[in-house]
């Protein structure tokens, strides 16, 4: 018997309807895959014209050095939080501590290409172009989004009643209001008034 409501096998799937890949997600994965083998076949090639031990040092200098930039960088870091929260500022921007931890995560990750990416990147005068880029880049990504500001964002993430009025708060789900233990939930709630 027809009754006109379509039933789950006669519904479109949700992969029908399911966006584009975007050529990130799509290529990110090939580009990890062939960035750790040429990283393992630089390694065998660098273990086969000097010596295993060599390989292992080099990687063991590289964490140890990522190791302590990553420290020193987040020390610094956190003592400009303090000093501008001490202050009543703000922190400094682009004091570059994000870009020393990335150097330094690069150096811990084992492969040469990672730690020369990670030595470049804690020369100051490439730190200073990667971070002015960075900002660019940041600030068009900003304006080419949804329009409007963060301010706009958390006005619209107000509660809205149905009289109208406009209520700040926040949602918790599976939780009932009674009013007295044992009383059934009763209709939505009159508005709070001042």
């Known amino acids: 018997m027809t009754t006109g409501v379509p039933t789950p096998s006669s519904t479109p799937t949700s992969s029908s309807t399911r966006p584009p890949r975007s050529r990130l ?15 393992i076949w630089l390694l065998t090639v660098v273990a086969g014209a000097t010596s295993g031990f060599t390989v292992f040092l080099l990687l063991l200098a590289g964490f140890v050095l990522g190791a302590v930039v990553v420290k ?12 501008a929260l001490q202050g ?15 150097g330094g995560l690069l150096l811990m990750i084992p492969g040469l290409i990672s730690d020369a990416l990670g030595l ?3 020369i100051p005068p490439v730190q200073k172009v990667l971070a002015r880029y960075a900002e660019r ?24 009643r149905p009289d109208g009025k406009v209520v700040q708060g926040e949602v918790i789900k599976g939780e009932v209001i009674r009013d007295e233990p044992g009383e059934t939930p009763q209709g939505p709630r009159p508005p709070l008034t001042r």
Not at 25 to 39: I, K, M
Not at 148 to 156: E, H, L, N, S
């Open 25 to 39: 997600r799509t290529f990110l994965p090939l580009g990890v895959a062939a960035w750790v083998v040429l990283e």
């Open 72 to 83: 020193r960088a987040g020390r610094r870091a956190f003592r400009n939080l303090n000093e």
């Open 88 to 102: 009543g500022g703000s922190p400094s921007k682009g004091s570059g501590n994000g870009l020393l931890m990335l």
């Open 120 to 122: 470049l990147l804690l």
């Open 137 to 160: 880049s940041f600030d068009r990504t900003l304006r080419r989004s949804a329009p409007g500001t963060f301010g706009d964002a958390f006005q619209q993430a107000r509660i809205h």
